[in-house]
């Protein structure tokens, strides 16, 4: 499933640097279930985000092979709150990509950290 336009939309992105801002919609049906009162993003989704904005990034469809690291630091919730992607290629090498991201807000607090490694389509 796509996540873009679906939990969280793009509010601003420097493609070329790998920044991206997002806002999370709370009308999202995930949050129904996970948690009607104090709705939380799942990691699940924070990583496929991650994989959705580097695609974006690189212009190219990736298939995700490997989450190298993943820290939830601090819960990822659809408030008024503007996050802040940011994503590096690591490494590349033929059809393998490694990302490194941090999901953040603009007050520079650090909600997550996740190192995907992707193949890319062909």
């Known amino acids: 499933m796509i996540l873009k336009d679906n939990l969280y939309i793009i509010t601003n992105e420097?493609?070329?640097n790998g920044l991206f801002k997002i806002r999370?919609?709370?009308?999202?049906?995930?949050?129904?279930?996970?948690?009607?009162h104090l709705p939380i993003t799942p990691g699940v989704c924070l990583?496929?985000?991650?994989k959705?904005?580097?695609?974006?990034?690189?212009?190219?469809?990736?298939?995700?092979?490997?989450?190298?690291?993943?820290?939830f630091l601090i819960a990822v919730q659809p408030n008024d709150t503007?996050?802040?992607?940011?994503?590096?290629?690591k490494k590349q090498e033929g059809n393998i990509c490694s990302f490194q991201?941090?999901?953040?807000?603009?007050?520079?607090n650090t909600y997550a950290k996740i190192s995907l490694q992707t193949a890319i389509e062909k």
Do not use: R, W
């Open 24 to 36: 999370l919609k709370a009308d999202c049906f995930i949050y129904t279930a996970h948690f009607p």
């Open 47 to 50: 990583v496929q985000m991650v």
């Open 52 to 71: 959705e904005l580097a695609e974006i990034m690189i212009g190219k469809t990736l298939t995700l092979t490997t989450i190298k690291n993943a820290k």
């Open 101 to 108: 991201s941090i999901i953040s807000d603009i007050e520079d």
């Open 82 to 89: 503007e996050y802040c992607i940011n994503i590096k290629i």
């Open 14 to 16: 420097d493609i070329g």
